[in-house]
């Protein structure tokens, strides 16, 4: 995986606009040091370290947190210091034991010890054919899921959508991180990563969902989107009406299921096999539920609503399904990828076609969905968390008296915490969690989105889940205080926290 430093260049070059406004926005403190920081450790990160950063298949993260903090403005020093704590845990990056061509891509699939091959492959492609082409032709299409050639040869299905959600979505992540910053190379690193996963989800991911032909990609667009870096593409984002009723939203899905008792499951059944052995056991009926979702991708304004739905619903199953009156709150450590990776949806959806959008929502959704029922599908008390997680986190206030002309008053908790989000930024951006940056720039970013939102709106109201009126924008800062305080507000003097692990099973 060797590359020249011109070639570097072109994989890593300064972050870009997002290709969808619906994506995050860089907070201010990036100035050139800390891009050119960025630049040179996403560079080596390429070059010197495996995906996997030891032989159990964890995920190296450095590229996650490094781009994640950078957004938040993180300094140069910071961001340097962050890629430290990653070094010294790292798998070096290997040769691979062949070349991966068109003819043999399907052949090394799931094989570990072909990740740098499938790197440099998709390093080649994605500059020849750009990334639309490629995230069609090698991920969505009926090819690259269920190849009728290999069915006749006896051969195993590619099901590459599969192996693009798998491993909590890790590659799902990593493309989108490629795709929102506009770097070749995170997005080439994103997709081989996928070729080495598994397909643990094909339970939920149905033969149907991948396209009779891979669908022709404009070659304008083409074009353009070789050229990553100066591309921003606005399709989801136009002001058109929806043209079609919101139908079954997610909310109702999940309260159905709430209801079924087939899906709790016992601590003792998920065994060391977690999310593979629950989508076994449980898919079929967690794929029932699942299709009871209305999406219609034609239309770019109820692709934008449908987004927004999902990102409501993994946020409260963090959130909200973190809580309870008993235990207080607890920050999943497998469910807080629900959040993190529903970000990256708008940037995905923009540069795949209706029916891979269509593939990649009802695929993302289903998937969350098994997790959910993983992490022992814990309930949802709307009332309680609202009632009881409060919005002002508990380190903002300055250590000095506010002066006697400060707005409102001096003593108000209005000039005490003017906003917030600052202080949950601050402390984030010095934490040296991996995590915890990625979860709370995507909180935050929810709340520029959707933070005015008033409870008792129709769309939520109407639905079947029990308390959905109560939910409204502050939901976001809410998580986001909670997950602080349980990580440990280290800038402020606290010793570090950790995520929870233990789920939410019954005894």
């Not at 968390?385 to 300055?398: A, E, G, K, M, Q």
């Amino acid at each position: 995986m060797s590359s020249t430093n011109s070639t570097l260049d072109i994989l890593f070059p300064a972050p870009s606009r997002a290709p969808s406004p619906l994506a995050p926005t860089p907070l201010p403190g990036v100035n050139h040091e800390s891009t050119s920081t960025l630049q040179k450790l996403l560079k080596d990160n390429h070059e010197r370290w495996h995906v996997f950063f030891n032989d159990r298949g964890f995920h190296n993260h450095a590229a996650h947190h490094l781009l994640a903090i950078y957004a938040l403005g993180a300094s140069a020093p910071v961001i340097d210091a962050a890629y430290q704590t990653h070094v010294a845990y790292q798998r070096p990056a290997v040769a691979s034991p062949g070349v991966i061509t068109i003819k043999n891509f399907s052949d090394f699939l799931g094989q570990e010890e072909y990740y740098s091959a499938y790197v440099d492959f998709f390093t080649v492609i994605l500059r020849k054919d750009g990334a639309a082409a490629t995230l069609e032709d090698y991920v969505f299409s009926q090819k690259a899921n269920f190849d009728p050639a290999r069915d006749t040869d006896g051969k195993s299905p590619p099901q590459f959508l599969c192996r693009f959600v798998d491993g909590l979505f890790h590659p799902m992540i990593h493309v989108g991180y490629g795709l929102e910053f506009g770097l070749p190379g995170t997005l080439a690193e994103g997709l081989a990563q996928a070729a080495v996963h598994g397909t643990s989800s094909a339970a939920v991911i149905p033969r149907t969902l991948s396209k009779s032909n891979p669908g022709v990609v404009d070659s304008a667009v083409a074009r353009l989107t070789s050229l990553m870096p100066s591309l921003v593409l606005t399709r989801v984002a136009t002001m058109s009406a929806p043209t079609t009723s919101p139908g079954t939203h997610v909310f109702t899905i999940m309260a159905r299921m709430l209801k079924d008792p087939n899906l709790k499951i016992k601590k003792s059944e998920q065994g060391d096999i977690l999310y593979a052995g629950v989508s076994k056991t449980h898919g079929d009926l967690i794929l029932k539920y699942a299709e009871q979702w209305t999406l219609d991708t034609s239309d770019p304004k109820n692709l934008e609503r449908k987004i927004e739905e999902l990102i409501w619903m993994n946020a409260v199953i963090y959130s909200i399904g973190g809580w309870s009156k008993t235990d207080g709150f607890k920050a999943d450590f497998f469910l807080m990828h629900l959040v993190t990776s529903s970000t990256f949806l708008p940037s995905i959806t923009a540069y795949i076609s209706p029916a891979s959008q269509n593939a990649l929502l009802r695929a993302y959704l289903a998937s969350s969905l098994v997790w959910w029922v993983t992490r022992g599908f814990p309930s949802l008390d709307i009332p309680g968390f609202f009632s009881s997680v409060f919005s002002l986190p508990p380190h903002n206030s300055p250590k000095q008296p506010p002066d006697d002309s400060t707005l409102p008053s001096p003593t108000s908790i209005h000039a005490l915490s003017p906003n917030p989000w600052l202080p949950i930024i601050q402390t984030t951006v010095v934490h040296p969690n991996e995590h915890l940056c990625k979860i709370q720039r995507v909180f935050a970013h929810f709340a520029v989105l959707y933070g005015s939102r008033a409870a008792g709106q129709s769309d939520f109201k109407d639905t079947e889940l029990e308390g959905a009126d109560r939910l409204d924008g502050t939901l976001f800062v809410r998580a986001a205080a909670a997950t602080a305080t349980r990580l440990g507000w280290m800038r402020e003097g606290e010793k570090a926290g950790s995520w929870d692990r233990d789920g939410f099973y019954d005894a």
